[in-house]
């Protein structure tokens, strides 16, 4: 068995892998808003999360398929950028997540779709190095 075969129809389709990373990702995200710590807002994390658990239902209707999986991705860069500028900029460790994503983009998307998340995500950390 190969890695796409896992993808394709063994372990999860596509539609259920997203329910799990946006699942995941709120879960992750709501504990952090529970973690004491004074360096950012913590109304970030609860934000997103609200924002994922609510938009997750949508994941199970294939035609909004591509439309979530970017808003999805688009939420993450935002949250991340937003706690990377209050936390150090450029050098933030939360800056390592926006190089991740890409994993995430690749999984939901393809190739194409990760070239663009690439993109984003390297324009999100031009612009944090821009506002330091």
């Known amino acids: ?18 329910m799990v990373c946006m699942t995941v990702t709120s879960v992750s995200s709501l504990l952090f808003y529970f973690v004491p710590h004074t360096a950012y807002d913590h109304n970030i994390n609860l934000w997103l999360s609200t ?14 398929y591509y439309l979530i999986s970017h808003v999805f991705l688009a939420s993450v860069v935002v949250g991340m950028s937003a706690i990377a500028f209050e936390t150090g900029g450029i050098n933030a460790s939360v800056m390592v ?27 999100a950390q031009f612009l944090l190095r821009l506002a330091a």
């Open 1 to 18: 068995m190969e890695w796409r075969d896992l993808l394709t129809g063994g372990l999860f389709n596509r539609r259920q892998l997203l």
């Open 51 to 64: 924002f994922l658990f609510a938009i997750t239902p949508l994941a199970v209707f294939a035609r909004f």
């Open 97 to 123: 997540w926006l190089v991740v994503m890409s994993i995430a983009a690749l999984m939901l998307l393809g190739t194409t779709g990760t070239w663009l998340w690439i993109g984003v995500s390297l324009g």
